[in-house]
């Protein structure tokens, strides 16, 4: 596997499911991302890691709630999300965040659809 | 609100013509600017960047011009290829503070063979 890798690709849930997003990246860095993609909507940071420390929660609710075990790996856990929830939820990797300016390695994404 | 914007959803081009994207920013601490392109069901890839101490920076048939006294920035693609067809995302960032990059919605550039 190279770059970064998110599972899964797509994800249909309901409002009362617990599920988690994976995010994995190849690429030997120390910080990582989650983004949302609504439609019609810019990208929207969401949560930012750099080496494993949470150091930014863009006024995300609770219901969504991060953990990043290591460098490599990003997980976003869902429970009781709202039908506006479903967008496409992006990882992204960069060397680290305190030099910034370092270009953001993107996943493919994975497609969120809540009924 | 709205700190990046892109005010052309989508643009379509002939084959071998120039293609212009743009972009605008309210945010005056910006001072790193990026572009990216997305293809259907993949993430975004980093296309190319500018730092605020320049005004242009090429690489190969793309080229990012940096007007800081408009707060404008814009993407020239020449000769456009039928491959370059995909969505554009504008990004902007602080480097004086973390690493966060703030998108503009995209424009989706077409290029007619």
């Known amino acids: 596997e190279t770059g970064v890798t998110q599972t899964p690709r797509h994800l249909v849930m309901g409002m009362t499911n617990k599920k988690s997003l994976k995010c994995e990246q190849h690429?030997?860095?120390?910080?990582m991302y989650w983004y949302k993609q609504s439609a019609k909507k810019p990208l929207e940071l969401m949560f930012v890691y750099n080496f494993k420390e949470q150091t930014e929660n863009n006024s995300v609710p609770s219901r969504f709630s991060p953990e990043c075990p290591n460098s490599s790996h990003l997980f976003l856990h869902l429970h009781t999300l709202q039908p506006e929830d479903s967008a496409l939820y992006l990882c992204?990797?960069?060397?680290?965040?305190?030099?910034?300016?370092?270009?953001?390695?993107f996943g493919p994404g994975t497609r969120l659809t809540v009924l | 609100d709205q700190q990046v914007k892109q005010n052309s959803p989508s643009l379509s081009v002939q084959e071998g013509r120039i293609s212009i994207l743009n972009c605008d920013y309210t945010?005056?601490?910006?001072?790193?600017f990026l572009w990216y392109k997305k293809y259907p069901a993949e993430g975004p890839t980093f296309l190319i960047s500018i730092s605020s101490i320049k005004d242009k920076n090429e690489d190969g048939r793309f080229t990012v011009f940096l007007n800081k006294s408009a707060k404008h920035l814009s993407l020239h693609i020449v000769p456009s290829q039928p491959g370059d067809s995909a969505v554009y995302f504008c990004?902007?960032?602080?480097?004086?503070?973390?690493?966060?990059?703030?998108f503009g919605t995209g424009t989706r550039l077409t290029v007619i063979p």
């Open positions: 990004a902007a960032s602080a480097r004086t503070g973390a690493n966060n990059l703030f």
């Open positions: 992204a990797s960069s060397q680290d965040t305190a030099s910034g300016g370092n270009e953001q390695f």
């Open positions: 690429l030997g860095h120390n910080a």
């Open positions: 945010n005056s601490m910006f001072d790193y």
